[in-house]
């Protein structure tokens, strides 16, 4: 993705019914985590965060 001008829209504020697809897309980048691993921990974070909630 290199459109400037979507990359430069305000980001919505995620909520619960995010959550599947966040944890879909946890579970793709523990699959390639030998080269996603800064994204995997920061992803990881944000489903535990959103877990507590």
Known sequence: MRDINFLSQ????ASK???????NLL???????DVCVGILMALTS???WFSAV
């Open 10 to 13: 305000k980001a919505e504020l």
């Open 17 to 23: 019914d995010d959550l599947p697809a966040a944890e």
């Open 27 to 33: 579970e793709t980048l523990s699959l390639h985590k």
């Open 46 to 48: 944000v489903v535990q």
